[in-house]
């Protein structure tokens, strides 16, 4: 648990810092190339099309975490309120950074990239209490980190973040993840949903 206040008390204080240089201008020169590029060769409307995709994968998460977790209550409350409170400091950040300094930081951090690791990082650390074999067990984990990177890739393109915003999310994401995995990570082992059943262990003899 400590380690976990740590790796929280750390990503919030690089978070805040990359905030202020963003607003502060310093990483203009990272930013403004890559809108630029994005807004020449993306096709049109594909940015508000993939946002829209990226909130109804988010809705999936959502629903695949509450049903592994449907008998932990308290788990799912205190992940609900975590993630509510990841979303307002997404858009309290937007909000001032938009007023402060020319408005350079409107736009910090990538929400869809913090709402969608967030979501990805909880739901690999409630796979890892499924009683799976190794191999699937281990595959279903590096797909949900995968899942995680690609909400990030797809803000940078087709959505126009620059890559400040999106490692801004995934900071962010980091802060309000690691109390909740820990949270899940302290629970027992979950039942086997019906679906993976053919994943579960051999028994024994």
Do not use: Q
Request: include cysteine; hydrophobic fraction near 55%; charged fraction near 10%.
């Amino acid at each position: 648990m400590a380690r976990r206040r740590r790796l929280t008390g750390a990503a919030l204080i690089l978070l805040l810092a990359l905030w202020a240089l963003v607003a502060a201008g310093a990483l203009r020169s990272l930013d403004e190339p890559w809108r630029a590029w994005t807004e020449t060769h993306r096709v049109r409307g594909t940015s508000i099309l993939t946002g829209w995709l990226a909130i109804d994968e988010m809705a999936v998460l959502a629903l695949t975490l509450s049903a592994l977790l449907r008998r932990e209550p308290r788990t799912l409350a205190a992940l609900g309120a975590l993630a509510v409170g990841a979303a307002a400091a997404v858009w309290s950040m937007k909000t001032i950074g938009g007023a402060w300094a020319g408005a350079l930081a409107d736009n910090f951090p990538s929400g869809h990239t913090a709402g969608g690791a967030l979501l990805c990082g909880w739901l690999a650390a409630t796979v890892a209490r499924l009683p799976l074999r190794a191999g699937p067990a281990r595959a279903l984990g590096v797909a949900c980190w995968g899942l995680g990177a690609l909400f990030g890739l797809v803000a940078l393109y087709p959505m126009g973040h620059g890559p400040s915003e999106v490692l801004g999310g995934y900071l962010l994401a980091l802060a309000a993840g690691a109390p909740g995995a820990a949270l899940i990570a302290a629970g027992p082992p979950l039942p086997l949903p019906a679906a993976l059943a053919r994943l579960a262990p051999a028994p024994p003899g």
